[in-house]
């Protein structure tokens, strides 16, 4: 069985998350994934916790099935063999600061008059151009000035997080878009582009409805709690034990919603349209906790389901890694030791693809440095 | 120019948002999308708030550059047009619930057999297979059950919804990566692939951190306001006219924080390592706020930043709309009507390929079978 990208080779030169999360799926879908760590302590993430058997998990997870060379790019016989494996390369990624790269000689115009073919996937805080080009930036620092915590988190209080990195991970992603698309382009055209990704601006590309309302009134929208803010009813409800979610999108299932709860507010017009119901949202969440709060949310999420009106337990992440549908669809699978033990359980790949078996295992993550010889070997035209 | 999808042809089926933003980005790299509608109503979308000149702004962005045409895919004379349409397609999307396509004659092993060349790309709830696949999902649903919701929010209040519609997002954007690497591995065997992608996997497959440490220490994380779980300090603080955030990711930022701030807490065994400062991190907050609640937000971005230390404001979204930073990566795009006049500003597309320019405008969002005469021509070997 082949997989899309089984013939392509990448130099990784990214750390920490939103590199290393676009090559962990580039090695999911087949890619030989060759990361070059700085010599010593290699990516930062080896050290991130928690640990088990004294490696970090985390590093495990992002970096499963890649192989690793520490090279100190300052220095003449590793620039050597680096040069050898970019010859070598279809993509190369990183995620320096801008100008990094040019500094040491790789710059993409050089990389590129050298090597037509290759593919630059560059990721940086604010990307490769503009006044802050420059300026340091974590995942914390776009999701502010990004936008997406102005519309996080409950109104007259603190803006809060986004719990997961989507700074670091939508970038990430819009990078590994830019990178496939030039690699199928370059079976027609021969040549490769740079791929200058942006977390900044990751962050605005996902704010869909917000940059509409703000676009056509002028006015920022803000947080609006568990809530959507142009949809009801869509939020979470009280129930005997607890909060669980309904999410009626159109009229149709609000009727339905309506019938199942014995409610006879689909045709009162404070509530007929989702405009209507937009607007009067406080009163009709009232209304429909007086019936929730009657019975738990397992029975609400079975009866609701039933009607076939769009509802769901708010899960923790152990929850979750044991949900039925989750574990259904391959999406809790183990990290290897490399003894071929399992050593870690961490996300599968969400891309299904026809004709590619679902492995419940991954292969190893890197010790620094750890995979040197086979990847001479290779370089040398043996098998690695 | 050329851009990297020029010869590609979709077939877009999809509606609302996470197959539209796909779809959206395969128009930004060049391709020429043909959006399937229903007749009368067309995408959901269409009627989605807010409105300029009686059309959605929301349906706008996310539709900008495609064609449309509105097919009845049950009525004999609109199958047969749709048959010429897959024979020209390369790509085929939607978003119905499982089954829905195969009803209709069109699933995946009937159009591979006809079509082999053809890759599906189909984005749902809880993807094609496992218990709940046939279960209606929204966004909200997915971060629910998800687990985002677990851990975005304040600690010990309700959860909170992430702003961004990211269960639709995330989704669409892993199903096209899925796209593309099938579009690169068909120019090697000549054949497609169907892609599945459940929005509920797509949800864990975002999580990290949270992911780790539950597979590890069998404890699942929980909100953290605006704080990092694991990095300290790396949250927002007061200044004397409101809230900023500083994100020190490592020891020598940290050094360079406490420097700037005049706070002797670098060698402070409470605070010298990461691990202390996680553990004393409500501590740590008040001895810096003790600081910077003496100056205003825009003093103390500015003199962290010329420290290299990674700052930033906490910006809603009109603000990030004139950040000079997203202006300069030409962020923010106007999307033209058919005059040819700028009529909505929405989101640019945050992969800067080198080689492709940067456009300051959009083509159009279609009419509700607006481009069918042009499509008609282009099916009769004519341009369109």
Redesign the interface.
Known sequence: M?A??D?ITVLDLTHV?AGP?ASM?MVD?GAKVIKVERPGAGD?TRA?????NDK???FA??NHGKQSIALDLKAEQDRALFERLLARADVILENYRPGTMEKLGYG?DTL?ARHPGLI?GAVS?????????L????????Q???????????KD??????????GD???G??????V??????R???GLG??????M???????????????????????????????ITP???FHASDG???I?A??DV?FERLCDTLGLPLADDPRFATN?ARCENARLLKRLIEAVTLDNTKAYWIETL?AA??????????????Q????L??N??VNVLDHAGQPA?????????????EERPDRRPAPDLDGDRASILTWLEGGED
Not at 180 to 185: D, F, G, H
Not at 308 to 321: D, F, L, R, Y
Request: aromatic share 8%; charged share 15%; proline share 9%.
């Open positions: 082949t899309p990208l013939n998350l999360f799926t879908l930062d991130f916790p928690p640990f088990k970090s998990a985390y997870a992002l993409w590129h630059y805080g604010f990307g490769h151009t503009g006044p802050d080009a300026r340091p930036a974590y995942d914390m620092v776009v502010a000035r990004g936008g997406v915590m102005s519309i996080t988190g409950e209080r603190e803006p809060v997080r986004v719990g997961a990195s989507i991970i939508v970038a992603m819009f990078m590994l878009q830019g496939l698309a030039a690699l199928y382009e079976e027609r055209t582009r740079k791929v200058d990704v942006g900044l601006d990751g962050q605005l590309a996902i704010l869909e409805h917000a940059v509409a309302i703000t676009s056509v009134t002028g006015t920022p929208p803000g947080p609006t709690g568990a809530r959507h803010p142009s869509f939020e979470t909060l669980f979610v999410a999108g159109n299932l405009p389901e076939g009106v769009p509802t769901g337990p708010i899960q923790n992440v152990a929850e979750v890694m949900d039925p549908q989750i259904a669809r999406m809790v870690y359980t961490t996300a599968g790949c969400p891309i299904k693809l026809s004709g590619l």
